[in-house]
């Protein structure tokens, strides 16, 4: 065994005269870190960016009073898309996932119309989804949201039916006519009457009744 030279200090031991928490180990040359394809770090920044955003959604979408519309602004620019893979979610909160269409409808405009569409369309959804598919699409106001609710007026369910008059009656266009004419003769009072109502409003005739629930006016000789 070769022995150590005079004054040559053991590599655990701080060398002679050095000061403390300094040893005489040799340098171990380190390789510089190497990243794999694809930059993780933005892309885990974006994911923690997605789930803080969403998480300000729900917060905001809990809330029991009205939402002004400067606190969606607040939240950025990427709401709406955040909004649309919200209903991709099949984990979400049926009462959430309402009040996510209703806000879609809301504040997306033009860019909503087609996933809206989706839902009234789809008989796999629930009817209560598409009704409020159907109200948020009347929030829209523009012809490609009522030819889209077009789609809806031979909708199987009543609800459907009635929100989708409801919709297109709020709509005051005349692309909204055909399909406002084709509700007038559905056969329950209360998907008609939202029909009738609009069909008579350019003739000034709207009512807050359907034609079949209103009243006779007394006339000044009928008590005579």
């Known amino acids: 065994m070769a022995r150590r030279k005079q004054g040559t200090p053991h590599p655990s031991i701080p060398a002679n005269g050095s000061e403390m928490g300094v040893y005489d180990e040799p340098v171990v040359k380190m390789r510089p870190d190497v990243l794999p394809p694809g930059d993780l770090r933005r892309e885990d920044l974006s994911q923690a960016t997605r789930s803080s955003l969403r998480l300000r959604i729900e917060a905001l979408l809990e809330k029991r009073e009205a939402i002004a519309p400067r606190e969606w602004n607040a939240l950025g620019p990427n709401v ?10 099949g984990a979400l909160r ?5 009040r996510v269409i209703i806000a879609l409808g809301q504040i997306a405009g033009d860019a909503a119309v087609s996933k809206l569409g989706d839902i009234l369309t789809n008989q ?8 409020y598919a159907a109200t948020a699409l009347g929030n829209v106001h523009n012809e490609q949201a009522v030819a889209t609710l077009g789609r809806g007026v031979a909708d199987q369910d009543a609800m459907v039916r009635r929100q989708v008059a409801y919709a297109l009656s709020r709509s ?9 004419r084709t509700l007038a003769g559905d056969k329950l009072p209360s998907v008609a009457e939202y029909a009738v109502r609009a069909l008579d409003k350019p003739r000034g005739k709207a009512s807050t009744q359907a034609p079949h629930r209103r009243k006779r006016k ?6 005579q």
Do not use: C, K, Y
Request: hydrophobic residues 35%; glycine residues 2%.
């Open 172 to 180: 005051g266009t005349p692309q909204a006519v055909p399909f406002l």
């Open 94 to 98: 049926p009462a959430l996932r309402q």
């Open 218 to 223: 007394a006339r000044p000789n009928d008590s």
């Open 124 to 131: 796999r959804e629930s009817p209560i989804d598409r009704a």
């Open 80 to 89: 709406t898309e955040q909004l649309q893979i919200m209903l991709s979610d």
